[in-house]
């Protein structure tokens, strides 16, 4: 995102109430149309996109608390919870008690969950290419969201 001073035609669309110029519709379309391009990829794993985005996470980082999983994803633990729930059951992750904090609960892939991981390696090559987006391309639209999401969540904190 730069700060460049925007153009006659930006000014004049910053009061619109057009659904087309709202950059919150414009995100919740891309995001949309990114998991629906996601959805058969993941079928053939057994996966919802929201596990997936679990999986990625203790895949990076090993076994966690729930409360580290939940922040990386930057969901609540009333909506991590019930993720977990689905993938114990399905054999893919594991829930214990931390030893030195009962209240804490530690969360790992199990065998089956580190085998998902060698089947799912194959996704973000195949999505970047379904979509016709560069490396360097990808790099810079990820930093860009990254830049907006810490502006939007700045924005929200100060509103509390």
């Known amino acids: 995102m730069t700060n460049e001073e925007p153009t006659g035609e930006e000014t004049a669309r910053e009061g619109s109430l057009l659904l087309d110029d709202q950059l919150c519709f414009a995100l919740y379309a891309a ?3 990114v998991t629906a391009a996601y959805r ?12 997936y985005l679990v999986l990625l996470v203790l895949w990076e980082r090993g076994r966690i608390t729930v409360k580290e999983l ?34 804490s609960v530690l969360v790992a892939c199990t065998g089956r969950g580190e085998e998902l991981r060698e089947r799912a390696a194959r996704v973000p090559g195949v999505l ?7 490396g360097a391309e990808v790099a810079r639209l990820r930093e860009e969201l990254r830049q907006l999401a810490l502006r939007a969540e700045s924005v929200a904190e100060r509103s509390r």
């Open 128 to 134: 970047r290419t379904a979509t016709g987006l560069g």
């Open 31 to 33: 995001q949309r149309a």
């Open 40 to 51: 058969p990829l993941l079928d053939e794993l057994g996966l919802t996109y929201p596990q």
């Open 70 to 103: 939940a922040g990386a994803l930057r969901l609540d633990y009333g909506t991590v919870s019930p993720l977990l729930k689905r993938l114990e059951s399905a054999g893919v992750v594991r829930r214990e008690r931390a030893a030195h904090d009962e209240r």
